[in-house]
C-alpha cells in the first residue's frame, strides 16, 4: 500500500522556519520524483518545489525566492523541505507527492501556520 506521510507544520512566526518531512512507503522511493505542493484557503493548490528521483536536480516556485530547500534521501524514503523567512502567505497545507511516469500519490498534508 502506498503511503505518504508528512510531517512538521507548525504556527511559527513571520521570519521565522520551518522542516517539513515527507516519509514514503510500499513504493520505490528512490525511482520517483518528489514534490511539495500547498494550498492555502479559498485558493489552488500551487507548486513549490521538486526534486529528481537521484537528487541532483531541483526546481521551485517563484515565490520561493531563495528562502526554501528540497532535499531527499533515498536510504530513508524521506523528502524535505526546508523553509526559511518564512512570510504569513507561505500559510496553508502542504502536500507532498510522488511521481514516476502516469503515477502519483499524494500525501494528507501538513498545516503551515505563519502568524506574529
Known amino acids: 500500500q502506498v503511503q505518504l506521510v508528512e510531517s512538521g507544520g507548525m504556527l511559527v512566526q513571520p521570519g521565522g522556519s520551518l522542516r517539513l518531512s515527507c516519509v514514503g512507503s510500499?513504493?520505490?522511493?528512490?525511482?520517483?520524483?518528489m514534490n511539495w505542493y500547498r494550498q492555502a484557503p479559498g485558493k489552488e493548490r500551487e507548486f513549490v518545489a521538486r526534486i529528481t528521483s537521484s537528487g541532483g536536480t531541483t526546481t521551485y516556485g517563484d515565490f520561493v525566492e531563495g528562502r526554501f530547500t528540497i532535499s531527499r534521501d533515498n536510504a530513508k524514503n524521506t523528502a524535505w523541505l526546508q523553509m526559511n523567512s518564512l512570510k504569513p502567505e507561505d500559510s496553508g497545507v502542504y502536500y507532498c507527492s510522488a511521481e514516476w511516469r502516469w503515477q502519483e500519490h499524494w500525501g494528507q498534508g501538513t498545516q503551515v501556520t505563519v502568524s506574529p
Open positions: 510500499g513504493f520505490t522511493f528512490s525511482s520517483y520524483v
